[in-house]
């Protein structure tokens, strides 16, 4: 008898549970809004933005964290400029002659040879004509400092590549190549 008892408890205990039980919408959530999320649509007008409709723009005048401003513009008097006026920020002690001799090889090299006389792999190739030898140039560190960071003519911009410090290492390293020419 004291086991039909606990059966007929059992079986009431669960249907107690089991009848308020709904599969597509549970009692209780555990942080409903990681199981029903909000769906924003990707630039759709926000409440959260303060002119209601598109995302927050930089304060006026705020640079980018890391970013160093360079003064000259990228125009043929911003390079005579550059040429002119622009000295290497590095000193002896900043200046690591083999960090640059890679970087002039892995970005640099391809075209205007290992030594600086414009016979790279793709000049021999003939992909590129007329890269100018180091010798022939009249330039200074603050030039080619200029032309790294905008490019010219064919050549293109290596700024993405390197950043401000790297490039000063290659432009002295120009620099040293021009010499040894």
Not at 51 to 72: C, W
Request: aromatic content about 12%; hydrophobic content about 35%.
């Amino acid at each position: 008898m004291k086991s039909l008892y606990k059966i007929a408890l059992l079986v009431c205990l669960s249907a107690v549970v089991t009848s308020c039980f709904d599969k597509s919408k549970p009692n209780y959530q555990y942080f409903p809004n990681m199981y029903e999320s909000v769906g924003y649509e990707t630039y759709s007008e926000s409440k959260a933005f303060a002119n209601g409709k598109e995302g927050q723009l930089p304060a006026e005048g705020s640079i980018p964290r890391g970013f160093e401003p360079y003064d000259y513009p990228n125009t043929t008097e911003g390079y005579n400029a550059a040429k002119a006026n622009s000295k290497s920020p590095l000193d002896s002690l900043s200046y690591d002659a083999p960090k640059a001799a890679a970087l002039f090889t892995v970005y640099c090299a391809i075209c205007h040879g290992d030594k600086g006389d414009g016979k790279g792999k793709l000049v021999q190739r003939e992909k590129f004509l007329g890269v100018p030898s180091y010798a022939d140039r009249d330039i200074t560190v603050g030039s080619v400092f200029h032309v790294a960071t905008y490019g010219l003519n064919a050549m293109g911009s290596h700024a993405n590549q390197l950043n401000a410090h790297e490039r000063w290492q290659v432009a002295t390293y120009v620099m040293e190549l021009k010499g040894k020419l």
